[in-house]
């Protein structure tokens, strides 16, 4: 028997998921496969099983309407079934359909797309888009007829067998710091305001977003940790802040610090009554808790990191416009805050911590990500093992090992 969030009885076949909504589900007679669909009020979703069951019974199919196109359905899914996505994934999802997707299948009805017209978009890009982007688009495409699959809206879906083909970006393209350059960069960066985010960055893994968003009450000086359940951003276009959940429900996470971790964040609490405090920070920004669907707040006055000029949180680009200048005095490479937590990840993986143990402190979904970006071996690396190598195949053999060889 399903249950509703408190617990109460619902009828076999239906459950309220934590985002609120009720799922109703059955076994096909006919397919044998779990069919499964999602409302928001509870009398719906025992009215479509009841129907689709007795539809099933007696060998009835659904007959999808023509007039629904995939533009209409992309509406309705995008407003109404993937609100508890992450903002910016609902962003990519608007802006890869609005630019590659609707000027090739928008006006056709949802019933009548094919495998050929899902090819059709993603060839399209491919003079013009980078591998990564095509891939966001496939991502975007795909999981909104998966949606549409799932809500019997048709009867199969259209990207079954359709691939992209232009490779996404390979990982030695990803940017991190050699140990030299991550020395030269601290070095030149401790003269700077916002040096203890930059370092805490490389002790920590932490998404730019999570740092911003970080507050008082998530710093654990007794345990040594910090807890990771919000993040905040400047929306641009808007002229606002805006809190939201971790990017996923495994970027919920508590991360142990670093001695030199702990040491920053001493030294930024003890100024926290003394620094400059814009009226920006009398806020309280509310945001769903994807993990409970409740809502969550943070308040803008215990956000550990503010701009020491403006009293504000400093903005995500602000960040990266201040890393190019540092990089241009240091004499390396520019690059951007996500190469940070790049770094801290490359550093990990070097100095033996076990890949599944980076899962867990940076936050992925799966450990396939953490090993097809960080698992890679850098110029450093090579040299230290050929070396490892070296020392122990003459210990073997009795070799003593003379400088210089």
Known sequence: MGKDLKGKELGAGIVQRKDKRYVARYISKVSGKRVEK???????????????????????KCIVSTQMTVDNWFDYWINNIVGDLAPNT????????????????GKLPIAEVKPLHCKMVLNKMDADYAGSTIRQTFIAMGTMFKSALMNDLIPKHPMDGVRYTKPVRAVNDIKFLTVEEQETFLETAR???????????????????ELIGLTWDSVNFEKRTITINKTLEYRHKQG??????????SSYRTIPLTNRAYEILQSVYATKDTRKQSPAL???LEFMDRRTGEKSSLVMKDLVFINWRTGEPAKNSSYDTHLYKL????????FCMHA????????????????????????HNSLQTTMDRYVHVTDDSLRKGVQQFERNNQDQNGVKLVSGQ
Not at 90 to 105: L, S
Not at 240 to 249: F, I, L, S, V
């Open 38 to 60: 999602y409302f928001y009020k509870v009398n719906e979703a025992k009215k479509w099983l009841a129907e689709a069951k007795y539809e099933d019974e007696h060998n009835k």
């Open 90 to 105: 609902i962003r990519n999802y608007k802006e890869r359909y609005f630019f590659n997707i609707q000027p090739v299948i």
């Open 191 to 209: 003269r700077s305001h916002n040096y203890n985010q930059y370092a805490l960055i490389l002790e920590t893994g932490l998404r730019t977003g």
């Open 240 to 249: 606002y802040w805006r809190a939201g959940p971790p990017k996923t429900p």
């Open 282 to 284: 009398n806020q309280v």
């Open 327 to 334: 990089c241009d005095e240091a004499t390396i490479k520019r």
């Open 340 to 363: 940070l937590r790049h770094t801290y990840a490359t550093r990990a993986i070097e100095k033996g911590m076990q890949p599944k143990v980076l899962q867990k402190l940076l936050g």
